[in-house]
């Protein structure tokens, strides 16, 4: 029928498109190429996802597949079925959701990739990220008093030193699950290694769970990175 | 040439409606959602599979990708390669290969997907399951008298208290190597947590391998479920 | 816009084909099916891939979806990111990456497959094998005296006994990343159970990383074979 070949070219737009972006695209966030969670600017993970005892028992008794405990960490990581994201506890000071991450390399951010399952293949799509913003700076900048104008739309900083480069919304009915946001070109930021990003909303749910997210730019000329490891 | 044209087309469309059932369609057997094997119910592993100690030794120590011992547990996950399978011994009282699976959520199930390698991608397609047969109850009917008229062409029931809802074959020469099958709507069955999956025969061989099974349907409404965990 | 539906096109005849490939055409290389490396006609693997003690610390805590030690094994597996592939130190008798593949079952080598990330994704494309060699044998036939003339373009042999069935190059500017490349057929050979794949050359980095090599052809009737495993 023409109804179903026209779902079977939206299909296949979003299959080449996810497929280039992935391929084709260095992704900062990556964890084989060496990104790490930090800690300190991360909320916590949410009770419900962690479960008790007897979940954690099970959890290491039968076969999953490497999957490992929930936590902050699967923000970097690829994801194939519903539930292999990360669920953050609300916090007063992390908005719905804050994650910080290390990058290997320095770089200038040009994109965001957030993704999550499509609303009809989860239970709990009220969970997926709405309203996000992207904050930005060099590890050695920590601390450092706050140099350059923000994004206008953005809140307040999550520390001094911190530059918004961008706000967004994830939405949940958009054709395609996967879903690249181009970030403002700012040539006074410079080359940065560290980044947060804020979810300020959701899309109705207590909780906020996270699939990927995946920052794209240009890398720092090697020139200059002497003495890390990069990739491999 | 057409004929490459054609068979590309062929490849596009099993690609955007496997996609498609895949992102789209809630799996209530996805060991990411909490389903798990009731052992009772499930065919004893092939001895093949599970190899003598040097094979135990060999997948120990060598990098095998956190894909761990064969278990009727990866009916339940996702495959990539030959051999990603669960193979079963047959047996007097269960077919050729059986699987009882004990879901997460209450579920009225609405059709049933069997995956398999492709026949030309793999050395053992004789393998792969024909015709099976879908039954269903809930998990606190255990035991009780058969109570519903099962499907006409279904065997013997695995035991009392449970409903065939369907029977259909897989057909390694179909073009698509993953295949769902529309399931009777029956409103008098009700919401099951739980369903045995009884494969009756096969392509020749002496042992019967499954990839995954994959159960489709409709999520009883959360007021009846506020002490399960559900999906996170 | 025209450009980006052309794009798009080029995108989906590569995910048509690769998906193609990797389903329905058998891979004698495969971890799943038995395949392992051979030590001795393995290249070491690169200093800089396996880290130092902080490194080795880092992956076994946190959570790296049991990915594991890089290792040669590697080439044999699945990919999805960056960095899940092996680099090899370049060597005085081993070219600039080699590996020694014993395969499951002996077969009649027709095809090669080489994959590697696309040259933009990668922030390391001068590190990809350029040309290589195939070289075979039946495993029993080890140390034998040259028996059949090999291909007029290949180098030394690694060791009496093997014969060079191919001599191709990996394109890092061809439209798809993943390469595949047909044999000579050649009668007199017969069917083997080992191969080595040796790397010459490659696009400009001092050391080699390979993502995975696939290989194919036809297996040697079961008959031949009744005490070997095989696929289950
Ligand atoms: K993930
Ligand atoms: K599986
Ligand atoms: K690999």
Chains 1, 2, 3 share one sequence.
């Not at 960490?73 to 994650?99: H, M, N, Y």
Request: aromatic share 8%; with cysteine; charged share 20%.
């Amino acid at each position: 029928s023409k109804g179903s070949t026209q779902l079977h070219s939206l299909a296949l737009a979003n299959i080449a498109r996810n497929t280039e972006l992935r391929l084709r695209s260095v992704n900062f966030f990556s964890h084989t190429l060496g990104a790490t969670v930090h800690p300190r600017y991360t909320s916590p993970t949410h009770p419900r996802q962690l479960g008790g005892l007897w979940h954690w028992v099970n959890r290491n008794l039968h076969d999953f597949q490497g999957r490992g405990h929930p936590s902050p960490f699967r923000v970097l990581t690829p994801w194939e079925e519903p539930s292999d994201c990360w669920c953050a506890a609300a916090s007063d000071d992390k908005g719905k959701a804050q994650i910080g991450v290390i990058m290997p390399r320095a770089m200038k951010p040009t994109s965001i990739t957030i993704e999550h399952m499509p609303s009809t293949g989860t239970l709990d799509i009220g969970a997926a990220p709405r309203e996000f913003e992207i904050w930005v700076r060099r590890q050695a900048d920590i601390g450092a008093p706050h140099a350059y104008n923000s994004h206008p739309n953005c809140g307040e900083p999550p520390e001094a030193g911190l530059v918004c480069v961008g706000k967004a919304a994830y939405d949940i009915n958009a054709i395609n699950h996967i879903q690249n946001f181009d970030l403002e070109a700012n040539e006074a930021i410079g080359f940065v290694d560290f980044a947060i990003i804020r979810v300020i909303n959701n899309w109705g749910q207590d909780w906020t769970c996270i699939y990927r997210i995946r920052l794209h730019g240009e890398p720092e000329p090697i020139i200059a990175v002497s003495s890390t490891l990069g990739e491999l």
